[in-house]
C-alpha cells in the first residue's frame, strides 16, 4: 500500500516536469509535493552551505573557535555565538529562496510571513543551539568536537522546517 503511494507520487512528479520540462517544473509552486521537497532540499542544501561557510569563516578569523588550541569552553561559547550570527544570514537567504522558488505566498500579509518564518526558523535554530551543549558534553575530547557540534546544530534545526513552513506559513486557506 505504501509503495503504491510511493510509486503515485513519483510517477506525479515525473509525468508533471516530462510536460513542463525542467525550468517550469522548478518555477511551477504548485508542482507535485514530491517536486516541491526536492526544490526545498535544495534551497536548505544552499542555505546550510552558506550557513557552514559562515561559520567557518567565523571561526577561523574574527571569533576563533576551530582547533585544538582553544579551550573546549571558550570553544563552545564562540560556536554558539557564530551560528547566532550565520543563522541571521543565512535565514534571510532561505526566506528569499523558499518564497522564489518552493511556496506560494497569499495565507497571511508579507509582514506576517516573515514573522512567522523567522519565528518557526527560531524554534529550529534554538533546538539547534541546545545540541551544542549536548555534544560538548557528551564528547570528551576537544579534537574536531566543534565539526561534531556543528553538524548537530543543522540536523536539529532542519527537522521541523519544511513542515512548519508548508502549512503554517505558506499554505493556502
Known amino acids: 500500500m505504501m509503495f503504491s503511494k510511493i510509486y503515485g507520487l513519483v ?26 521537497i526536492i526544490k526545498y532540499g535544495v534551497c536548505g542544501v544552499l542555505t546550510t552551505l552558506i550557513h557552514l561557510i559562515l561559520v567557518y569563516i567565523l571561526g577561523s578569523t574574527i571569533n576563533p573557535a576551530i582547533g585544538e588550541h582553544i579551550s573546549k569552553d571558550l570553544k563552545e561559547s564562540r560556536t554558539i555565538i557564530n551560528n547566532v550570527f550565520a543563522f541571521m544570514i543565512s535565514n534571510t537567504i532561505a526566506f528569499k529562496l523558499n518564497v522564489n522558488f518552493v511556496f506560494n505566498r497569499g495565507r497571511h500579509s508579507k509582514t506576517k510571513e516573515v514573522i512567522l518564518f523567522f ?10 543551539l541546545l545540541s ?17 557540534a556543528n553538524g548537530a546544530f543543522i540536523i536539529s534545526s532542519a527537522l521541523v522546517n ?11 486557506q
Do not use: W
Not at 119 to 128: A, E, H, K, L
Not at 134 to 139: A, K, M
Not at 162 to 170: A, D, L, M, Q, S
Open 119 to 128: 519565528t518557526v526558523s527560531g524554534i529550529s535554530f534554538f533546538s539547534g
Open 162 to 172: 519544511f513542515v512548519c513552513r508548508k502549512y503554517i506559513i505558506f499554505a493556502k
Open 132 to 148: 551544542i551543549p549536548l555534544v560538548f558534553n557528551l564528547i570528551d575530547s576537544n579534537k574536531g568536537i566543534e565539526h561534531f
Open 11 to 36: 510517477a506525479e512528479s515525473l509525468t508533471f516536469y516530462v510536460n513542463n520540462g525542467l525550468k517550469n517544473s522548478l518555477n511551477d509552486k504548485n508542482s507535485p509535493i514530491l517536486i516541491q
